[in-house]
């Protein structure tokens, strides 16, 4: 992670995004107290919706009977 002055990066903003664009962390520093990051953007997931496969998936009553001895043995 490399630090660059305000005054560098405003000289230098294109090479600098591009650096970042390809995965890279540079951190911005007023003299050399650092003030800022740049990272690269990651767009956030989209939040789960409760019951988005109602329709598609059932899970039927077997599903809380006891495993069976073979079962079991498997999951040890």
């Known amino acids: 992670m490399e630090t660059v002055t305000i005054h560098t990066a405003k000289t230098t ?12 962390e540079i951190i911005l520093a ?6 800022a990051k740049l990272v ?4 956030r997931q989209p939040k789960r919706r409760f019951g988005a496969l109602r329709g598609i998936i059932s ?3 077997e599903f ?3 495993l069976s001895e073979q079962e079991l043995a498997a999951w040890e």
């Open 64 to 66: 809380s009977e006891p």
């Open 13 to 24: 903003l294109s090479q600098l995004l591009a650096r970042v664009e390809a995965g890279e």
């Open 30 to 35: 007023r003299g050399k107290e650092p003030i």
């Open 40 to 43: 690269p953007f990651q767009p």
């Open 59 to 61: 899970i039927g009553p």
